[in-house]
């Protein structure tokens, strides 16, 4: 069954850090790239931070550049989202997507298959 399931969300105070786990199942991703994105209710989804298949290429987004680390575990079957340095404004509903592509797109119609997501709380 091919599938991204997250996992690692939380409360977290801000300052703090949290680890987001991405696990891949039913494909291999050496021909995917794999994104987070996050939304928060009644706003857009927007892209935190992408890597490809190969781990050559990886591309985070503006708000979270320095503070947020996407990688993989060295057999591919899980993609880590490190968050350090928590914001409120980071609060929202983290999601993992996979793209059938050999490079990393940015654009949220690219990427096909999704996880349920994992909420992530900043309150102080």
């Known amino acids: 069954q091919v599938q991204l399931v997250e996992s690692g969300g939380g409360s977290v105070q801000p300052g703090g850090s949290l680890t987001l786990s991405c696990e891949v199942s039913?494909?291999?991703?050496?021909?995917?790239?794999i994104a987070w994105f996050r939304q928060v209710p009644g706003k857009e989804l927007e892209g935190v931070a992408f890597?490809?298949?190969?781990?050559?290429?990886?591309k985070h987004g503006d708000s979270v550049k320095g503070r947020f680390t996407i990688s993989f575990d060295d057999y591919k079957t899980t993609v880590y989202l490190q968050l350090n340095s928590l914001k409120p404004e980071d609060t929202a509903v983290y999601y993992c997507?996979?793209?059938?592509?050999?490079?990393?797109?940015?654009?949220?119609?690219?990427?096909?298959?999704w996880g349920q997501g994992t909420q992530v709380t900043v309150s102080p």
């Open positions: 997507a996979a793209d059938h592509a050999d490079l990393v797109r940015l654009g949220l119609a690219a990427y096909g298959l």
């Open positions: 039913g494909f291999s991703f050496d021909d995917f790239a």
């Open positions: 890597i490809s298949g190969s781990g050559s290429t990886t």
